[in-house]
């Protein structure tokens, strides 16, 4: 409770290191919201946590219902695909820089050399706009099995009486996808969604180890305030307190 507290009140002052803090009143809120960098952070935010939050959903949705089926060493391919999740942030990281590597990538060999879809080899992840799509693509990839693994321990639990029956009066696949799968994972999916929105939100190793200061979500801007530079933290105090506000309202949707 304390660092929240603190926060609170260091949002109200011009924060010196010296320890000669200014009373501001509002004035880092104010300064904030007529941030255009700020703005600009809010809708990275927003479109790294939506995209990559459905992403991951749908991504596990669709392997829990392939790994439901019967198949020859299905145990060993449920426990594979649990190693994104489980591998050090830290390796998987660096697995992925060096797949993008402009020069001895994987992705840009295939890229350019072998379909010729793209005429010279680039740094996506340098690049804002390119090193975001790679950071969605990032999240997907090592967070689908946390959602696989949820909604697959509901559909073991769903009665394969109900698939019989539908199948009996003529329900084709779509339609016992539809009203049987989906209603009886609904709740769960619902919840995965606002849970995984609420972590996405506060994502941050991730996605700086993987582009650095190049995709500036909040946390990552909150940070730069924070630590690089000029060590606005009074402006940065202001910030986690903004992104406190937005995270209960998402808290308060999900306990609802």
Same mark, same amino acid.
């Given at each position: ?165 539908? %199948?009996?009066?003529? *329900? !084709? ?5 539809? =009203?049987?799968? &989906?209603?009886? $994972?609904?709740? +769960? ?42 060590? %606005?933290?009074?402006? *940065? !105090? ?5 992104? =406190?506000?937005? &995270?209960?309202? $998402?808290?308060? +949707?999900?306990?609802?």
């Amino acid at each position: 409770l304390y660092p929240i507290i603190y926060n609170i009140y260091l949002s109200f002052f011009n924060v010196s290191l010296a320890g000669r803090n200014v009373f501001l009143g509002l004035g880092n809120y104010l300064g904030v919201l007529t941030d255009s960098e700020f703005w600009s952070s809010v809708l990275t935010t927003m479109l790294y946590v939506v995209l990559s939050t459905f992403g991951t959903t749908i991504l596990g949705l669709i392997v829990a219902m392939v790994m439901n089926r019967t198949f020859p060493l299905r145990w060993l391919a449920r426990s594979l695909i649990l190693l994104p999740y489980v591998a050090p942030v830290i390796s998987v990281v660096f697995a992925w820089q060096f797949f993008f590597d402009p020069v001895n990538g994987i992705f840009m060999h295939v890229m350019v050399e072998k379909l010729g879809w793209m005429d010279q080899r680039v740094n996506l992840i340098s690049e804002p706009g390119n090193a975001l799509w790679v950071a969605i693509l990032f999240n997907m990839w090592r967070n689908f099995p946390f959602s696989y693994l949820m909604i697959l321990s509901r559909l073991q639990a769903i009665d394969e009486t109900l698939y019989e029956a539908a %199948e009996i009066d003529g *329900a !084709s696949g779509w339609q016992k996808f539809r =009203f049987i799968t &989906l209603a009886e $994972i609904y709740f +769960v999916v619902g919840a995965l969604i606002l849970l995984r929105f609420i972590w996405n939100f506060n994502k941050f190793e991730e996605v700086f180890l993987l582009t650095g200061i190049n995709v500036k979500t909040m946390p990552i801007y909150i940070y730069l305030k924070a630590f690089i530079g000029t060590m %606005e933290l009074g402006t *940065a !105090s202001a910030l986690a307190v903004v992104q =406190f506000v937005i &995270l209960v309202g $998402i808290i308060l +949707v999900y306990v609802k």
